[in-house]
T-cell receptor, first 112, second 118 residues
Framework: QKEVEQDPGPLSVPEGAIVSLNCTYS??????FMWYRQYSRKGPELLMY????GNKEDGRFTAQVDKSSKYISLFIRDSQPSDSATYLC????????????FGSGTRLLVRP | GAVVSQHPSRVICKSGTSVKIECRSL??????MFWYRQFPKQSLMLMAT?????????EQGVEKDKFLINHASLTLSTLTVTSAHPEDSSFYIC??????????????FGQGTRLTVV
């Protein structure tokens, strides 16, 4: 079993739709949770960073963490074609190493 | 946000030769940098953690003699793929850890290097 599971997609939605991306994890020691966006042949770009359970909102993006269920989500409101990319969840322990464990990524396509 | 520059963005080399990839933190000092490898349509796999002034820590299954990492300064880490073979062809990405204060840190990623070994 992988430490972090993420549906690879692809996920295709019409422009303006609400997108829900999810990851599950098995290691309860993970304390930091991140969502990255990666365009083709580019490095990942940090979108959201959360520490505690609950919701965190930033513009059209909302990150949700449920530590009791070991489940995290990223919601994208009013999705745009420019949101088409691969979205990677990543997790880390509460130590100084800051090693990130990534999910496999979900490919998102927002159709005009 | 902070900038991490990776060079080259793309390289093609002959089998048996060595290739060096550079990762620079442009506007902050990074005591720790990470090197990842990504195959097509797959996630990033951590190869090694690079600490300034000390030996890199390699993940299980990564050959340290094949993937040489040097972190000689607070702004530069290099990855050298020695005696490259076609199976080493991949997308290599570095990241640099930056302390944000109040106990928070963030990892900034370079733009990646596409290595093709022919």
């Amino acid at each position: 079993q992988k430490e972090v599971e993420q549906d690879p997609g692809p996920l295709s939605v019409p422009e303006g739709a609400i997108v829900s991306l999810n990851c599950t994890y098995s290691n309860s020691a993970f304390q930091y949770f991140m969502w990255y966006r990666q365009y083709s042949r580019k490095g990942p770009e940090l979108l959201m960073y959360t520490y505690s359970s609950g919701n965190k909102e930033d513009g059209r993006f909302t990150a949700q963490v449920d530590k009791s269920s070991k489940y995290i989500s990223l919601f994208i409101r009013d999705s745009q074609p420019s949101d088409s990319a691969t979205y990677l969840c990543a997790m880390s322990w509460m130590d100084s190493s800051y090693k990130l464990i990534f999910g496999s990524g979900t490919r998102l396509l927002v159709r005009p | 946000g902070a900038v991490v520059s990776q060079h080259p963005s793309r390289v093609i080399c002959k089998s048996g030769t060595s290739v060096k990839i550079e990762c620079r933190s442009l506007d902050f000092q990074a005591t720790t940098m990470f090197w990842y490898r990504q195959f097509p349509k797959q996630s990033l796999m951590l190869m090694a953690t690079s600490n300034e002034g000390s030996k890199a820590t390699y993940e299980q299954g990564v050959e340290k003699d094949k993937f040489l990492i040097n972190h000689a300064s607070l702004t530069l880490s290099t990855l050298t793929v020695t005696s490259a073979h076609p199976e080493d062809s991949s997308f290599y990405i570095c990241s640099a850890k930056r302390a944000l204060g109040q106990g928070n840190t963030e990892a900034f990623f370079g733009q990646g290097t596409r290595l093709t070994v022919v």
